[in-house]
């Protein structure tokens, strides 16, 4: 069982910016680790993802305004956010999965954090 750490989130009001942070436990040599969100009601969604050889996904609802970076020494993801609006908030989730496929669909992650809530308000 791998662990996955997340920190950050918190309440922003719009055009805010916000941190998040998630550190693995895993011993992948070659992995993928993204972020993925889901709002009450809907499904999740991939909003961002990295690999260890520095290939990087972004949904277009974030591209430009999210940026996703990886410490590969400490196994950590973090998720810069900035021009937030009402529509990022949700539940965000950081995954991983061993190998360099790094789809944005959550089939594929074997392990995921417990989550951290994003609000954005008006």
């Known amino acids: 069982q791998v662990q996955l750490v997340e920190s950050g989130g918190g309440s922003v009001q719009t055009g805010g910016s916000l941190t998040l942070s998630c550190k693995s436990q895993?011993?992948?040599?070659?992995?993928?680790m993204g972020w993925f969100r889901q709002a009450p009601g809907m499904e999740r969604e991939g909003v961002a993802s990295?690999?260890?050889?520095?290939?990087?996904n972004y949904a277009h609802s974030v591209e430009g305004r999210f940026t996703i970076t990886l410490d590969n020494a400490e196994k950590t993801v973090t998720l810069q956010m900035t021009g937030l609006n009402p529509e990022d908030t949700a539940m965000y989730y950081c995954?991983?999965?061993?190998?360099?496929?790094?789809?944005?669909?959550?089939?594929?992650?074997?392990?995921w954090g417990q989550g951290t809530q994003v609000t954005v308000s008006s």
């Open positions: 995954a991983t999965k061993t190998g360099w496929y790094c789809p944005l669909q959550i089939d594929p992650y074997d392990y």
């Open positions: 990295i690999t260890n050889n520095r290939k990087i």
């Open positions: 895993s011993d992948y040599s070659a992995y993928c």
